[in-house]
C-alpha cells in the first residue's frame, strides 16, 4: 500500500512533443498522450497530481507566427504569447489526461487554469536577458530586430542569431489560492504552464505584463512549495542526472543531498540552460517548504512510475 | 439594500475591444479597463459574478496569423485557435478586473479557466456551416481555399467572401464542477470564452476537438444554468432590445416574457446573427433553469449597473 502523494509535476517539452518531429499538433497529441499514461498510473495509485509544462516550441510558434504576419496583423507581446500557449496546451494536456482516465473507467476532468506568475522588477534579469526564444535569424535580420525593435540576440554557432529576453526569478503565482483549493479537493489541475505569465506589481498602477519568460522549473518549485506538495517531479529527457553527462565516464546519479546538490551546482558540473535550472528548482523546493518529507525527483516520462518508487530518476532530499 | 446576486455576464466584442479602432492589445486593455468599473460595482453591491466573453476579433486575428505564417510554421486547427483566445483574453480581464478592484482596495485575485463546451456530432449545423469567422478574401482566393482546404465560404456583398464554419448548440460544459465550486466560494472568474473550446465524445477514442464555433450568449446559458445563476446579463452594443431597431420608429423593448420574446423571434424581428441568438440565449436561461426568479437581461457595459436595479435594458423574465 503506497501513501498517498501531493505530486507537483513539470514536464519539459520532450513529453508533450517529440523533438524528432516537426512538432505539428497531431504530434503534439500523440506524445501528450503517451505521457498521459504514467500520469495516469501515479493517480490510480491513490497521489494527486498538479501538472506544469514548458512550452518552448509552442510559443515560439506563436511568436513567429506574430513576426511573420505582422505587416497586416497586431502583434502580442510576450507575455500574451505565453497566455495563448496555456490554454492550448492546457486544453491538450487535460483532454489526453481525461481520455486516458476515461479508458480506465475513472471519470474525471482534469482543469487548466491560467496561471499568471509575479516577478521583481529590479531582478536583475532585466538588464542581463539570457534566455534564448523563437526562431534563428540570419545576422542581416538579426541586425534589423537589433536596431528596429530593440532585441538583444546571441549568436548561436552553427545555427544563426537568437533573441534573449529577461528570465527573472518567480516570486508569486495567482491564483495560488484558487489552485490550492483545487488541489486539496483532489482535483487533477494544469497550471502554471510555460513558468506563468510573467506580471509585475507597479506601484499606482497595479499588475502589468511585460516581456520576459520564466523558467518553468523554478516556477513548478515555486508552486510545489505553494501549494503544500510531498513531491516535486522534474519530467526531463534523460533517467535520471548524471556524473560527466555525455562523456565516455558519465555516471547516473541516484540520490543528492541539498548540499551535495549545491556543490555540484557550485562546481559548474551542471550547463546553464539545461541541468543546472532543474537541480537548482530541485534543491529550492526542499529548501523553502516547511512540510517534512519531502522529495524532488528528476527523471523522464517513461519512467516516471518507477522513479516515484524510488527505483529510477535522481531523487533529491534535504539531508 | 440589494439582495446578493450570482450573476453570468456575457461580455460582447466591444466591452471589450472598441470596434471603431484597429484592436491592439493596448486598446483592448484599454476599453476591457473601462468594462472592469461597472463589473467592479456589481461586486461591490455584494454580487457574484462569473464572467463569459466572445472572443471574435482575437480569433480572427489568430486564424489569420496561422493562415499568414503556414509556409514556415505548422498551422493549429480552429479549437486549438479558441483555446489560445481564452487564456489571452482570460488573462487581460483577470488583470484588468484585478487591478480595479485594487484600486478600490479590495485584494481579490480574479482566476481564468480553459473551458471546453461539448456539442452532438450529429448537430444539424455540422452539415450546414452558417458562422462566419476570420478574414474577407477575393473571389480568387476564396476559390483557393474552397478547393485546397475545404472551406465552405459565404459572399458578403460589398466586403468579400468569408469563411463560414458549423456553430452547433452547446450541449454540457466542462469543468462545469470546479466552476460550480469556484463560484460557491465567492471567486470572481472567467470562463467558457469564446463560447467554449467545441469537443465531441466519439465512442472507443474519448473527447476530441473539431473545427466548430460555438455561439457564446447560447453557452453563456448553458453555463448560467449550470451553476445556478440568478441573473445572465448579456452585454452588447446596444443599451436594450429595439422593436423595428435600425429604423426610424425604433422603439426600446423594456420586458418581455418568455412567451413574447419567443413569439418576436418566431415573426423574424431580431435578425439572426445579432440580436437573435441572444434573444434566444435569454429565453433559454429562463426555461432551463429550475431556479426560481431568475431573470435574463440584454444591456450594455456603461448600463450594466442600472440594468441590473431595472432602470435600464431588456429585462426577460418567465411570465
Redesign the interface.
Known sequence: MNEPLRIVVALGGNALSDPTK????AEQFARTRETSVPLCDLLEEGHRLLITHGNGPQVG??L??????QH??????L??CV??????M???I??CM??EL??RRIDR??????T?VQVDPNDPAFTNPTKPIGAFYSPEIAQRHMTQDGWKMIEVPGKGFRRVVPSPRPIGI??L??IK??FD?G?IL?ACGGGG?P?VWRDG?????LEAVIDKDLAAALLAVGVGADRLIIVTDQDCVYEKFGTPDQRPIPRLTVEQARRRLEAGEFPNGSMGPKVEAAVQFLTQSPRPNVKTVITSYTTLVDAIHDRAGTCFVRV
Open positions: 516537426p512538432g505539428s499538433v510558434s506563436i513567429r507566427r506574430v513576426e511573420l504576419s497586416e496583423v497586431h502583434p502580442i507581446d507575455g500574451l497566455a495563448d500557449s496555456q490554454a492550448g492546457g486544453y491538450m487535460c483532454q481525461t481520455n476515461l479508458r476532468y482534469a482543469i487548466a487554469l491560467v499568471t495567482k491564483p489560492h484558487a483549493d483545487l479537493k482535483e494544469v505569465i506580471i498602477w497595479g499588475y502589468e505584463g
